[in-house]
């Protein structure tokens, strides 16, 4: 097992930064891919971003390339994500998860993923 713990969130205003971040315990954290992912209001989750276990592959959706930035520690369990120039789209709930794809091309896809964190609320008003 692997317990996720986001924090990080809450309001902010357009083109601020903002950083989430995700505490793990339990199964040893360098051993997983990392995800971010996020659900909108009213509308179906989605993936933001991934790590590879080591942190040298990442990914991002094409909604936060350039704005996004994911990375890890793995010295401290953690996961982050950097989140800049926010916009009133990156509104969310931020969920991380842990997880073991075959291949890091499909850790966007959210049933790659074994653990998941209760999520952060984000709101980025006009």
């Known amino acids: 097992q692997v317990q996720l713990v986001e924090s990080g969130g809450g309001p902010v205003q357009t083109g601020d930064s903002l950083r989430l971040s995700c505490a793990a315990s339990?199964?040893?954290?360098?051993?997983?891919?990392m995800g971010w992912f996020r659900r909108p209001p009213g509308k179906e989750r989605k993936f933001v971003a991934a790590?590879?276990?080591?942190?040298?592959?990442?990914s991002y959706s094409e909604r936060v390339k350039g704005r996004f930035t994911i990375s890890r520690d793995n010295a401290r369990n953690t996961l982050y994500l950097q989140m800049n120039s926010m916009i009133p789209e990156d509104t969310a709930v931020y969920y991380c998860?842990?997880?073991?794809?075959?291949?890091?091309?499909?850790?966007?896809?959210?049933?790659?993923?074994?653990?998941w964190g209760q999520g952060t609320q984000v709101t980025v008003s006009s």
């Open positions: 998860a842990a997880g073991t794809p075959a291949v890091f091309s499909l850790s966007y896809i959210a049933t790659k993923y074994d653990y």
């Open positions: 339990g199964r040893t954290f360098s051993n997983y891919t």
């Open positions: 790590i590879s276990w080591s942190g040298s592959s990442v």
